[in-house]
């Protein structure tokens, strides 16, 4: 049974750029989470989306948009990149409750 | 939804010994959870305590919970080099799954 994957594994990008990161749940779930985990911190919660809405927002800039398509899959992108976006992000995959919390690896992104 | 606060932020033991670190919150909570993040990895859900739960084991860790002082306390027994990681609660309660982290305690593990 796969868990959360998440794509690509590193990244590197430069102030300004927009960057697309994508994740697939864990079979059976339909709920996906992102996020932010700069060095040094715990995760803080960028936003969730069930039946492709976004349900919840953290407090991060419209500069962080995602994306849910009908197979669950996720993405979740940063225009005008900064040099403090550069952190671990993270995705979850979940029931609508909130039950089942699975998280992905995570994505490693610099921005330089 | 309220972030949990760990302590301490570091913990350097020797292997086989115990180790407890706290988690405080400030308002009520319906359940709280622990989760273990190995070295910059994701997160593992360890366990979840329900508010009318005072105490919950699963293998060697044990959760407590005190309501009264709006506090949590994870230990880990005859620890084993393999439990160096960092560790977080989360007292949001898992109402439509959104998390909420402090910034964890660095447990250390020593061979």
């Known amino acids: 049974d796969a868990g959360v994957t998440q794509s690509p594994t590193h990244l590197i990008k430069t102030r300004g750029q927009q960057v697309t990161l994508r994740c697939s749940p864990k079979?059976?779930?339909?709920?996906v989470s992102w996020y932010q985990q700069a060095l040094g911190q715990g995760p803080q919660f960028i936003f969730q989306?069930?039946?492709?809405?976004?349900?919840q927002r953290g407090n991060f800039p419209d500069r962080f948009s995602g994306h849910q398509f009908p197979n669950y899959s996720s993405e979740l992108n940063v225009n005008a990149l900064l040099l403090g976006d550069s952190a671990l992000y993270l995705c979850?995959?979940?029931?609508?409750?909130?039950?089942?919390?699975?998280f992905g690896s995570g994505t490693r992104l610099t921005v330089v | 939804s309220q972030q949990g606060e760990e302590d301490p932020q570091a913990l350097s033991i020797q292997e086989g010994e115990n180790a407890t670190m706290n988690c405080s919150y400030k308002?009520?909570?319906?359940?709280l959870q622990w989760y273990r993040q190995n070295s910059g990895r994701g997160l593992v859900h360890l366990i979840l305590?329900?508010?009318?739960?005072r105490e919950k084991h699963s293998g060697r860790l044990r959760v407590t919970l005190d309501t009264s002082k709006k506090s949590s306390s994870l230990l880990i027994t005859a620890s084993r080099a393999a439990d160096t990681a960092s560790y977080f609660c989360?007292?949001?309660?898992?109402?439509?799954?959104?998390?909420?982290f402090g910034q964890g305690t660095i447990l250390t593990v020593h061979p």
């Open positions: 989360d007292p949001g309660g898992t109402s439509y799954g959104k998390l909420t």
């Open positions: 079979s059976g779930h339909d709920t």
């Open positions: 305590i329900r508010s009318n739960e």
């Open positions: 308002t009520s909570i319906n359940n």
């Open positions: 979850a995959s979940s029931f609508p409750d909130g039950y089942g919390y699975t």
């Open positions: 989306y069930y039946e492709e809405e976004e349900r």
